[in-house]
């Protein structure tokens, strides 16, 4: 019997995680590093461990991530994301309370483009009277 596998897509900012949980010890692993390498921001650990938390599966889970684009904060969120997401493939019960701790929702803030004529997305060049 092959052993039963949930995938789900996550995304934030640019980044994008692709995420795969299965019954297990616990482990993370991203991009083939444990997560503990692989993310060095106390908080960017703490992001990724929500949802388990809320649904009580800390340490029942192995979970493997293959992240792409971003930074290092996006990608926690992106991660985050998609592990909600593959919760939710894994035990539909947990919708109610992924929702509402907002973990099912995609982040689609990102950075607005530069547009032409100014510094930045908003900011105008400094003017001088004279």
Do not use: C
């Not at 297990?24 to 908080?43: F, H, M, S, W």
């Not at 960017?44 to 293959?66: R, Y």
């Amino acid at each position: 019997m092959p052993e039963e596998r949930f995938y789900a897509t996550g995304k934030r900012k640019t980044a994008v995680a692709r995420v795969w949980i299965k019954p297990g010890t616990g482990q993370v692993e991203i991009n083939k590093k444990p997560a503990d390498k692989y993310l060095d921001r106390e908080t960017s650990k703490m992001v990724i461990a929500q949802p388990l938390a809320l649904t009580n599966t800390t340490g029942k889970l192995d979970i493997s991530v293959s992240v792409l684009g971003g930074g290092i904060s996006g990608q926690a969120g992106a991660i985050r994301h998609g592990i909600s997401k593959a919760l939710l493939e894994l035990n539909p019960e947990f919708r109610e309370v992924l929702k509402r701790a907002g973990f099912l929702t995609r982040d689609s803030r990102a950075k607005e483009r530069k547009k032409y004529g100014r510094r930045s997305a908003r900011a105008r060049f400094q003017y001088s009277k004279r």
